[in-house]
């Protein structure tokens, strides 16, 4: 996203969908004493580009087509599909918001991420591009007809109240490391919002950027405060917590820097884009921060559609 163009359906819709949403459930599996020479036929006759190497109900691997065709050009002798299969397995987990699958597409360049339960890590099922793709294409269909026949505007429920100002304040508690409930505060104050009638794009600048709020703190506090006041032309999110704080509030805004520890990084968070997506969907935003001492953070949000992004 730019910082001129609106907000999207679609990119709304990376961060409110799940993994499971979008995964497929019904798994074609191999184990790692299968041949090599029936992975063929098993792609071909299911029609499916890779498939999940499972040892005893424990993912172990995953073989691809490009595995098969390495091993075909190689002109070896006929093996178990445990030697040619990718042992380095990067999974998603069901609960995670769709946005960790499509940036981990991106920064990996995987054709598919095989899916496990958060708890257990039992396999869940498979996601590929196309899956995303399909996933999406189905909540734009059901979300379609609601969103567009929706002309009810938000601010009229504001100031229909007989009173000099009008506003209303909604405040959540987020927990530090929970991420089993990741974005679930986002969720709610969106929900909120769609009751209050709000312009479908202005609810997609709140979300995304309460959203990437949310797991700032999740991730690098043990908790805080996402305050929302919504007025009839600016919707204000406070966030507030008394953790490490940012030493380099300059380094921290720039796109790709994060100082997540490497096993937040497998779980698909900490990529080092929140900053940047919260001052790209604000219209105006300001962060003050002090080591040992915690974050504020205040995101300005314009009720009129497409307001630009800027920060102050």
């Not at 095989?114 to 039992?122: F, P, S, T």
């Not at 059901?142 to 969103?147: F, G, T």
């Amino acid at each position: 996203m730019t910082a001129d163009s609106k907000i999207s359906k679609v990119q709304e819709l990376v961060y409110e969908i799940r993994v499971s949403d979008v995964m497929k459930s019904d798994i074609i599996t191999v184990s790692p004493e299968t041949p090599m020479s029936q992975l063929r036929n098993i792609l071909r006759e299911k029609r499916i580009s890779g498939t999940p190497v499972v040892d005893q109900g424990k993912l172990v691997g995953i073989v691809s087509i490009d595995d098969f065709i390495r091993w075909l050009a190689e002109r070896e002798q006929d093996c178990p599909i445990g030697e040619k299969m990718t042992r380095d397995i990067r999974t998603l987990y069901a609960d995670e918001p769709l946005i960790h699958a499509v940036n981990k597409f991106d920064q990996l360049g995987f054709g598919r991420f095989a899916v496990i339960d958060r708890r257990h890590e039992k396999l869940l099922g498979i996601v590929t591009k196309g899956d995303i793709v399909e996933g999406l294409l189905r909540k734009l269909e059901i979300d379609y007809y609601q969103e567009e026949t929706s002309h009810y505007n938000g601010r009229h429920f504001l100031e229909d109240i007989q009173a000099d100002k009008t506003a209303l304040f909604f405040e959540y508690a987020v927990a530090g490391h929970d991420f089993h409930r990741a974005g679930e505060i986002a969720s709610r104050l969106k929900s909120t919002l769609k009751r209050l009638g709000l312009a479908p794009q202005v609810i997609r600048r709140v979300a995304i950027a309460t959203y990437e709020a949310e797991m700032n703190l999740i991730i690098y506090t043990e908790g805080g405060r996402i305050r929302a006041r919504v007025e009839p032309h600016e919707i204000l999110v406070r966030v507030e917590d008394s953790g490490p704080g940012i030493p380099d509030i300059e380094k921290a805004l720039q796109p790709g820097y994060s100082t997540a520890p490497e096993w937040v990084r497998e779980m698909g968070f900490g990529a080092g884009m929140g900053l940047d997506n919260i001052r790209k969907c604000a219209s105006r935003m300001g962060l003050n921060s002090a080591v040992g001492r915690g974050t504020r953070l205040r995101i300005y949000i314009s009720t009129e559609d497409g307001a630009k992004s800027e920060s102050n």
